[in-house]
């Protein structure tokens, strides 16, 4: 018998003789109270618990058997594995490992600067590199999941039709496990795939349209239409103009910008960045209702028209040939690491989401009925209400995400396998390849590694909480 099944076997004996001994001693049952007898033995434990204990140690021996399962699975591992990182040898037991002292941690600090991996040793290269695309990957996707999960909580939360199911939907990806969700982008990223496949047909008739007579026309036409129902549904607001619109109208202008390219004449760049910067203005102004919000509608309205009729369609619709993208293993061109971050927050974001919606909807509606009758602008109650008392799950939301971002493996493991390179190569694979990959694993600098990145998690996520602990006193 197995020492696990030696464990079980003496609980049952225990649970059900003695415990059959113990009640037989203290109560009599009839031939008619047999059903109450087994009853009874179900809940020894309890009774067991409050004759030792008393009635105030039941809740602490009901969380005990939990607390020994938690520290022998999560406290000892914790332990060992700081014991393993000041030990050497190739042997998976401990007591066929020597001690080393600091050997290991040495071997990831022998640089001239940890800043600069590659005038680190090899195994202070593999882990700098993973440990600073970490931090890099943990720097744009932890914000960028922590908006938009708020956004979908603050979508979802509203009184809308197919409520549930589209807190469902949005769930949906969290149910899956990341094997599946990484081959489901990998079918959709590779070579060969869905994305590249419908951009290859978009383009192709979008080229065929570019040759049919008047399709400049046609186009400027068309996008002065569009452009001139938001601009309406912009300005038509009961309270002054609608943000929702505005934000809609500022996506639009930032294209349109971007496809007009007016710094061009002066021999300038930028169009990106100055597209976004009008579309972010304008959706500012209208948002925080500012006096001026109609005006700057009317006069980013004007410009469109102004843009419009300075594009060169020929140049813009010129599509050529599309060639397909190895999203996934491109070197140099940011892909990947986008695609990581993109495919980690569609498949994380639905649990945040969740723990949002809980905060929102702990938030008194009598709140917002009284900014309603003064007449508040539903920016300003975002800000002034609903951010303020959900920022304690926002917090935690916060931490959670940063964790999981240190902790992110199996999604880059199996879409990019850490390349092209070491462009997504991140410190748990390091972690993982020193301890399991290698021909000649080397378990004790596995372990000083993750030893080092649980420090680095613990020191953001104290700062974290300290940050928002002193706003919260402010």
């Excluded at 979508?155 to 489901?184: D, E, H």
């Excluded at 040759?211 to 129902?229: E, K, N, P, Q, R």
């Excluded at 092209?420 to 748990?428: A, K, L």
Aim: proline letters at 5%; glycine letters at 10%.
């Amino acid at each position: 018998m197995t020492p696990a099944g030696f464990v079980v076997a003496f609980a049952a004996l225990f649970w059900g003789l003695g415990g059959a001994i113990w009640l037989l001693k203290r109560r009599s049952y009839t031939l008619r109270q047999v059903p109450q007898f087994f009853m009874d033995l179900l809940g020894f434990p309890v009774e067991l618990a409050q004759s030792v204990w008393g009635r105030g140690g039941v809740p602490y021996a009901l969380l005990l058997p939990n607390m020994l399962i938690f520290g022998f699975f999560t406290f000892l591992p914790v332990i060992l594995n700081f014991y393993v990182s000041f030990t050497g040898g190739a042997s998976i037991s401990l007591f066929d490992r020597p001690w080393v002292g600091w050997e290991k941690y040495g071997e990831i600090f022998n640089c001239e600067s940890i800043f600069t991996p590659k005038t680190c040793t090899n195994p202070g290269y593999n882990f700098w590199t993973g440990m600073f695309n970490t931090l890099w990957f943990a720097a744009i996707q932890v914000p960028i999941l922590c908006v938009v999960a708020l956004i979908t909580a603050l979508v979802v939360n509203q009184n809308i039709k197919g409520r549930g199911f589209w807190r469902a939907m949005f769930f949906y990806p969290v149910m899956l496990s990341p094997v599946v969700i990484a081959n489901i982008w990998n079918w959709v990223l590779h070579r060969k795939g869905a994305l590249n496949a419908s951009i290859g047909e978009a383009r192709e008739a979008m080229t065929g349209l570019a040759g049919l007579s008047g399709f400049d026309m046609v186009a400027t036409v068309l996008f002065a239409v569009i452009l001139l129902i938001v601009s309406e549904r912009t300005l038509r607001g009961n309270d002054g103009p609608s943000a929702s619109w505005a934000g809609v109208f500022g996506a639009l202008l930032a294209l349109l910008v971007y496809w007009a390219q007016p710094l061009s004449l002066i021999g300038m760049g930028g169009f990106g960045w100055l597209g976004l910067a009008l579309g972010a203005g304008l959706y500012w102004v209208v948002s925080s209702g500012q006096s001026a919000a109609r005006l700057v509608v009317i006069g980013a309205g004007i410009l469109c028209v102004a843009l419009l009729l300075a594009i060169q369609f020929d140049s813009v619709f010129s599509f050529g040939r599309y060639r397909p993208i190895n999203w996934l293993v491109t070197p140099n061109t940011g892909w990947p690491f986008f695609w990581l971050v993109f495919v980690f927050c569609w498949s994380h974001m639905g649990f945040y989401m969740l723990i949002l919606l809980a905060g929102l909807q702990a938030i008194p509606r009598d709140l917002y009925e009284a900014a309603k009758m003064d007449a508040t602008k539903p920016f300003r109650a975002f800000y002034r209400i609903t951010l303020p008392l959900v920022m304690p799950t926002l917090t935690v939301v916060l931490v959670l995400s940063l964790i999981r971002s240190f902790q992110i493996f199996d999604e880059v493991y199996l879409l990019t396998g850490g390349g092209p390179g070491r462009e997504t190569f991140m410190v748990v694979q390091n972690i993982y390849e020193v301890a399991f990959s290698n021909d000649h694993p080397d378990y004790g600098q596995a372990a000083a590694g993750s030893i080092l990145m649980a420090v680095v998690i613990a020191v953001f996520t104290f700062f974290q909480l300290w940050i928002t602990r002193r706003q919260s006193d402010l």
